[in-house]
């Protein structure tokens, strides 16, 4: 039962118990009661709601459980721009905050989301920072990925009106120190062992890896891949990047959309790869590289089955998928082909990118010195 209400020396702040509560009317004339644990306090908080009500800026923080909030949410959120929200990012993000978010803003602290601050989203990426409480080290770019829904879902609360700031705004990662090594460079195939990669593993797989070395495609282009995107007539034969496979949970490997405008090009391959893809006899909605039976690849598969074993053999056992994307970018750059035209081979979001990632691929040696012509000498007039 709450206690009696003892009148102070300030009109409409009463003690009670051992907390100071105060009324006040809202914009639409119901009465609030707010306490706070000392009579300073009540004192500053009243005066500041009476003026929010003044000036029209009073609303009420939502006192929804952070875990309700956050899965109402996700269900109807359509995204920040005029490109919409793909189903697969409304996975991604759901699988966050069940993850993460709400199990340390709601499980484990009881925050409300009216009740989150931007100490409490600190203190909540320094957990994830953590690798005893996650279990292992969380990379910078992973925890970004964590909190991209925790960031829309408050900007959500803010347009709404639910509350009077986004906590998770400016709220930046900690620094950690990160030790470079060579392993965390992109990495290409030494000379000569991406051809022999494409010699060794089984011919029936033999051109999509030879078509790999060939674009540097991801590997969710290359299993994405159908008869009408390979235009391999004439002297110039392409491949036309244009939907990509990916992975969700519960429904196997799908076929959809690009993730980026950016990744959308047109890539030449050799006369001699064309003819061999000519040769498939692939029909234009056919995938070109399939399962046995007929199926989108798994990924996962075609690493550990195809082309594991062969770059084990090559002597590259530490190689991947993205090897290839590596091996591609640092022969552009051999051949002189600038960092835009690296960028838009690759389907990078910018040059920036693309420098950051290869610039170790780059000649760094200044050379000689610059040539100019001698100025015509003056002629003197007497």
Known sequence: MAGKLEKTRHAGIYKRGGVYVFAFRDGGRKQRWESRRTLEEAVRAKRARETDVDRGEYFEASKMPFDEYALDWIKG????????????????????????????????????VGKVVPRDIANFIAWLCDPVEQGKALSDARVQNIMKPVRA???????????????????????????????D??????????ELVVELVHPRH??????????????????????????????????????????RRGE?????????????????????????????GTQPEELVFQSIDGTILDPDNLYYRVLKPACEEAGAGWAGFHTFRHTVASRLFAEGRNVVQVQRW?????????????????????????????????????
Do not use: C
């Open 77 to 112: 959120y359509q995204g920040r721009g005029r490109r919409g929200f793909r189903e697969e990012t409304r996975g991604e993000y759901t699988a966050d905050l069940k993850n993460y978010a709400i199990p340390y803003f709601w499980a484990a602290r009881r925050r409300p």
């Open 153 to 183: 879902m408050f900007a959500t609360a803010l347009e709404r009106g639910e509350i009077r700031s986004n906590p998770a705004r400016d709220v930046r990662l900690p620094h950690r120190p990160r030790i470079e090594n060579d392993e």
């Open 185 to 194: 460079r992109a990495r290409p195939f030494p000379p000569g062992v991406g």
């Open 206 to 247: 033999r051109v999509l890896v030879e078509l790999l070395l060939a674009t540097g495609v991801r590997r969710s282009e290359l299993i994405a891949l159908e008869g009408r995107h390979l235009d391999l007539h004439g002297e110039r034969p392409t491949i036309k990047v244009r939907q990509r496979g990916r992975r």
């Open 252 to 280: 196997g490997v799908l076929i959809g959309p690009l993730k980026s405008r950016y990744a959308r090009r047109d890539l030449p391959i050799p006369i001699g790869l064309a003819d061999r893809l000519l040769a498939l």
């Open 346 to 382: 690759l389907g990078h979001h910018s040059a920036s990118f693309t420098l950051d990632t290869y610039v170790h691929l780059l000649e760094d040696n200044l050379g000689e010195p610059l040539r100019f012509e001698a100025a015509a000498p003056q002629l003197r007039v007497a």
